[in-house]
């Protein structure tokens, strides 16, 4: 049995922390807040995030507190044309072997947290800050912002985009500014009109900015999120702001999404911030994971699902390992998971400028290219994401 430190406590590190345990490892949880709680609104969860939540063990929780829609839509968002929609019930279902849902991100935490919680071997300290580490070799001793220490064989990064594991691992500086400023509102479903409450996730394009609706936590609430590329260069998260302020950055907005967007209430802004792909992720006896890893754009809706993925590669490769192994098995998943992951960044970027901010004659190229596809081909194009059973293979499904 192995000793793992893990910096961070949200989805990522107590996936992680799950997987680890489950293969007979003493896992320690190293969180910056008081208390383990997720913050957040909706997120969207593939195929391949059921299959590692079910490896996780938790599959069953999250699944009653899904919603699993029915289609993607992709609407122009200023004329109201549907241009495309991918249906996701029985055919998408058989070809992946899961469904398509949205929840709230507290409807996959709370399944994690009570099954750490439920873990012998498992302890989860808050205020716990990792500040900074030191390894030889025989262990890794972390510091905490707040004086403590905690010793281990190995240190997981799960402490996100703005890691302290990763700016002292591989110190390549602060993350990419992506120029795009997200707008979020969570509002309960009594408030939307019945007409409006579509079993889809919809989404909105229009030039240089797009807007996207779902319904989450079990049908209680309808997630919005209005992205605009703006230029921002200021990294920016949880801001409030002003409800005026979000309706007058979206001229243009058709009707029908324009009455969904009115609907939001207690705005928060974010400027969407990501990495360039790196191969390296191991310093030592130090891996990093997720966010901290791999930083994607919204995009793809693949932040949350590939940290999973991450955590049950990871857990599977430290299956039985220890001693000198354990740094030889952190290669070894650096080297499985960094293809796949970085394929995923640059595919959350490519799809952001070409499918949902183009205008003028690129838009109507984009419209002309999306109808001319067929339901098989939508499936076909993302095989390789949804379709994924081992989570190490970067350009394959399981068809």
């Not at 498992?122 to 800050?129: I, N, R």
């Not at 997200?182 to 919809?202: G, M």
């Not at 969407?272 to 130090?286: A, E, Q, T, Y």
């Not at 998971?337 to 070409?354: D, F, K, S, V, Y």
Request: aromatic share 8%; hydrophobic share 40%; glycine share 10%.
């Amino acid at each position: 049995m192995a000793r793992i430190l893990i910096a961070g406590g949200g989805i990522g590190g107590l996936a992680t922390a799950v997987s680890l345990v489950r293969r007979g490892h003493h896992a320690v949880v190293l969180e910056r807040r008081s208390s383990f709680a997720e913050i957040g609104a909706g997120i969207q969860l593939g195929p391949n995030a059921f299959h590692a939540l079910d490896l996780l063990g938790v599959g069953k929780q999250v699944r009653a507190r899904a919603v699993f829609i029915d289609e993607l839509r992709f609407m122009d968002g200023t004329t109201n044309e549907r241009i495309a929609v991918m249906p996701l019930t029985s055919a998408y279902r058989e070809r992946f072997g899961n469904p398509y849902a949205v929840v709230h991100r507290g409807d996959v935490y709370q399944p994690l947290l009570a099954a750490c919680q439920a873990a012998d071997t498992l302890e989860l300290f808050g205020g716990a800050t990792v500040d900074r580490y030191a390894q030889d070799a025989d262990s890794i001793t972390v510091d905490t912002a707040d004086g403590r220490q905690f010793t281990g064989d190995v240190l997981v990064g799960a402490d996100g985009i703005r890691s302290a594991v990763r700016r002292q691992a591989l110190a390549d500086g602060e993350p990419r500014v992506s120029g795009h400023t997200i707008y979020r509102s969570v509002i309960p479903i009594e408030k939307v009109p019945e007409e409006l409450r579509w079993n889809a996730v919809t989404l909105w394009a229009g030039p240089q900015w797009h807007f996207v609706h779902y319904i989450i936590a079990g049908g209680e609430y309808l997630n919005l999120a209005a992205t605009r590329d703006d230029g921002a260069r200021e990294a920016v998260a949880g801001r409030p702001v002003e409800r005026a302020h979000v309706l007058d950055r979206f001229p243009g907005l058709c009707p029908t999404a324009r009455r969904l967007l009115e609907l939001g209430e207690s705005w928060r802004e974010w400027v969407l911030c990501d990495r360039d792909p790196v191969d390296d992720w191991v310093d030592g006896r130090v891996v990093l994971m997720g966010d901290a890893a791999h930083p994607m754009l919204q995009y793809a809706a693949q932040g949350a699902c590939q940290a999973l993925e991450d955590a049950v590669v990871l857990g599977d490769l430290l299956d039985g390992g220890g001693g000198a192994d354990l740094v030889r098995q952190l290669r070894t998943f650096n080297a499985e998971r960094r293809e796949r992951a970085g394929r995923t960044q640059l595919l959350a970027r490519e799809m952001g400028a070409q499918l949902y901010h183009p205008a003028g004659d690129a838009a109507k190229a984009r419209n002309a290219m999306l109808r001319s596809l067929s339901v098989k081909d939508m499936y076909d194009k993302v095989s390789w994401l949804h379709g994924a059973r081992d989570f190490t293979q970067p350009g394959t499904g399981n068809n």
